[in-house]
């Protein structure tokens, strides 16, 4: 698998849901439960200056028991956006989630925004690449599940406890099934 080479656009979400930075906290929750994401891209005018993660959401705003009607992106986006060019290879965007302890990358173009690039979408095409992006040699022994945040390929919500089951990351209800 190493040896095969595969650019970043090939496997993007080619239209990432975006928010204005001005978007307010709940509203932007709201968008990502609707569409399906665990992250925004934020964009002011025509440039990706941000990213707003579901973690964002809880680490800087229900923990500090704050509101998130009267918060706005800006104020919990993470800044500046990390990101890739479409054509680099997956294997050096999961290399540089891993190096970053991230899990999303915006994919821009001359300065563009043109897609996004998440770790579940890299390993739903090549699962091998968990140890990349991961690096799970170095949490623990292989003998006991290690779990992981993400969504769970089975039903598609957010978890911070799925757990690799053959080639599918899966939450603790789906394993129970």
């Known amino acids: 698998m190493k040896n095969a ?6 496997i993007m979400t080619r239209k990432p849901v975006t928010a204005a930075p001005d978007l307010p906290v709940d509203e932007a929750a709201s968008l990502m439960r609707d569409r399906g994401v ?3 891209i934020v964009v002011h005018g025509g440039k990706a200056i941000g990213i707003v993660t579901e973690r ?12 998130p009607s ?3 992106v800006r104020d919990v986006m ?5 990101s890739v060019h479409p054509h680099e290879e997956v294997e050096e965007a999961a290399r540089k989630m891993n190096k970053r302890r991230i899990r ?3 994919v821009l173009d001359d300065g563009k925004l043109v897609g996004v690039i998440t770790e579940n979408d890299i390993l739903r095409i090549w699962p091998d690449l968990v140890e ?20 769970c390929d089975s039903c598609g919500l957010y ?7 053959g080639k599918l990351l899966l939450c603790p209800e789906c394993r129970e099934r």
Not at 5 to 10: A, K, Q, S, T
Not at 56 to 67: L, Q, W
Not at 78 to 82: D, N
């Open 104 to 106: 999303r990358l915006a």
């Open 5 to 10: 080479r595969l650019p970043v656009m090939e």
């Open 38 to 40: 665990g992250s925004l």
């Open 78 to 82: 993470t800044s500046p956006v990390i």
């Open 159 to 165: 978890s911070t406890q799925l757990v690799r089951d």
């Open 132 to 151: 990349v992006t991961r690096e799970w040699a170095r949490v623990g022994s292989f003998d006991e599940p290690t779990m992981v945040e993400g969504h």
């Open 56 to 67: 964002d959401i809880v680490a800087k705003v229900a923990a500090k028991d704050k509101k």
């Open 70 to 72: 009267t918060m706005k």
